[in-house]
């Protein structure tokens, strides 16, 4: 009864004491979750994550698979080698978000029915974890690491504390991609307020210019009415009436037509 309570209270100095590396490699996973809140962009999440795993866990090799015309490619144009974006593991890392062990044994149960090509990719960069990474439903990037330097084996404690790195990261990504899709919807937005603007402007400078153009075309046809009046009764019944009475009718269908 009094060594159970005083054995949890001792237990961080003890873990401390004993084990420093495995504390040093906590404080560094929880650095790096409150570091990613602060990304500003989906870059800098991978950059991040790439970066602080090499520290965390001393692995030979941490490149970072993002997706790239059908297939993952490693990330900033290292040359490598890639897997297909619609193959079996990518398949099975989108559905089960937690951190693969490419182990013989493992990858098989995990992945039945895992590709050629992508057997021969991951045993040509000699990658020993997959940590999948995702925004949303869709699978964002993969964190391959290889080998520790220690030459020591991933534990469930590393895979534990990849998980959780893995679920930050991924709602990260999420985040940005939203706030990118709502940045870009507000620009369309302010673009189309633009193009309204000067569309209504354009209207209402033909507006004016057609109430112009009609005013300053009416005022001969209103004299050519005028004119045909009085030439009428000047020349009464004579033969040219017939003329005036046409002159009228055009007169009044031109007047009809710069009303419409």
Avoid: N
Avoid at 75 to 94: D, K, V
Avoid at 152 to 171: H, P, R
Wanted: charged share 25%.
């Amino acid at each position: 009864v009094l060594l159970a309570p005083a054995y949890r209270r001792l237990r961080p100095w003890l873990d401390a004491g004993l084990f420093p590396a495995r504390r040093l490699q906590e404080e560094g996973v929880e650095q790096l979750l409150r570091d990613l809140s602060q990304c500003a962009s989906s870059e800098q999440v991978l950059d991040l994550v790439a970066e602080r795993l090499d520290g965390i866990l001393r692995p030979e090799s941490c490149d970072v698979y993002v997706a790239e015309a059908g297939r993952f490619a490693i990330r900033g144009g290292r040359p490598g080698s890639w897997l297909p974006a619609e193959g079996p593991l990518a398949r099975a890392l989108a559905r089960q978000p937690a951190p693969l062990r490419v182990a013989e044994g493992e990858l098989a149960r995990s992945v039945p029915e895992l590709a050629p090509e992508e057997a021969t990719a991951l045993v040509a960069s000699g990658t020993r974890v997959l940590l999948p990474l995702r925004c949303g439903k869709d699978l964002a990037a993969i964190v391959a690491l290889g080998p520790r330097r220690s030459a020591d084996l991933y534990t469930d404690s590393d895979l534990t504390l990849l998980g959780a790195i893995g679920e930050k990261a991924s709602a990260e990504l999420l985040h940005r991609r939203d706030a990118e899709t709502i940045r870009t919807e507000r620009i369309r937005a302010e673009e189309l307020a633009v193009l309204k603007s000067a569309a209504d402007e354009a209207l209402q400078r033909r507006s004016r210019f057609l109430a112009a153009a009609s005013h300053d075309l009416r005022q001969p046809l209103h004299a050519l009415s005028m004119y045909t009046s009085l030439l009428r009764e000047q020349i009464g019944e004579h033969d040219a009436a017939a003329l005036i009475e046409r002159i009228e009718r055009s007169t009044a269908s031109l007047s009809a037509m710069f009303s419409s």
